[in-house]
């Protein structure tokens, strides 16, 4: 099978503390991964698309400098909520689509990671 | 502009009753995959459909892509309590592009 662990699952913290998430896929290489923000009771909302190496395109709307996001290998991507603020609380979860293939290939994701800024 | 459109985005039926959930879109999509999600968990890829017209059969569950490849339905025959959850389809597009997911169906099988 093709395993993303996501860590930690649960980040309970106070205002203004960065909070660091990381995304693995377990058994491939992953030559793209992608970051999700998911409200409750709706759908996955794109945040941004991780290729290894590289930088990271942001959707928009999406402020770069808030999540940080780093790709630098081919099997871990990380997402660093910067300052975070009881705005961003959510769940955040990261998929991983193995390479090459392109979008026919099947995006694996982790168990997400509820954040909960106090 | 929501290029999925999925529907219905609420069923809550009886244990034992079939179902019908439809993914569509304007868009010709290179493939479409389904997911399921559970609460709290992250979504769980069920199938991916590529060719127009493909039918793909998973236990109980039926996955239709429509011919045009613009368009695809998943079907329940006898749905049971453990089918209860976030129902997702989400399209590709080609390219190193990100999947486009619909907006979810959230499904409630009662006992």
């Known amino acids: 099978g093709a395993v993303v662990s996501q860590h930690p699952s649960r980040v309970i913290c106070k205002s203004g503390t960065s909070v660091k998430i990381e995304c693995r896929s377990l058994?491939?290489?992953?030559?793209?991964m992608f970051w999700y923000r998911q409200f409750p009771k709706q759908s996955l909302m794109l945040m941004a698309t991780?290729?290894?190496?590289?930088?990271?395109?942001?959707e928009q709307g999406v402020e770069k400098d808030k999540f940080l996001i780093n790709h630098a290998s081919l099997t871990l991507s990380t997402l660093t909520v910067t300052s975070a603020h009881p705005e961003d609380s959510s769940f955040y979860i990261c998929?991983?689509?193995?390479?090459?293939?392109?979008?026919?290939?099947?995006?694996?994701f982790g168990d997400g990671t509820r954040l909960s800024i106090l | 502009t929501q290029l999925l459109e999925q529907s219905p985005q609420f069923l809550s039926i009886q244990e034992g009753e079939n179902l019908t959930v439809y993914c569509n879109s304007s868009?010709?999509?290179?493939?479409l995959q389904w997911y399921r999600q559970e609460p709290g968990e992250g979504p769980v890829l069920l199938v991916t459909?590529?060719?127009?017209?493909e039918v793909k059969k998973l236990k109980r569950l039926t996955f239709q892509f429509g011919d045009a490849r613009k368009d695809s339905s998943l079907h329940i025959t006898a749905a049971q309590p453990g089918d209860t959850g976030l129902y997702l389809c989400?399209?590709?597009?080609?390219?190193?592009?990100?999947?486009?997911f619909g907006k979810g169906t959230r499904l409630s099988v009662i006992a």
């Open positions: 998929s991983a689509r193995k390479g090459p293939g392109g979008s026919n290939q099947p995006q694996h």
């Open positions: 058994d491939f290489q992953a030559t793209t």
């Open positions: 991780s290729n290894e190496g590289s930088k990271a395109t942001y």
């Open positions: 868009s010709v999509f290179s493939s």
């Open positions: 459909v590529v060719t127009g017209g």
């Open positions: 989400a399209g590709a597009r080609g390219g190193n592009t990100p999947l486009v």
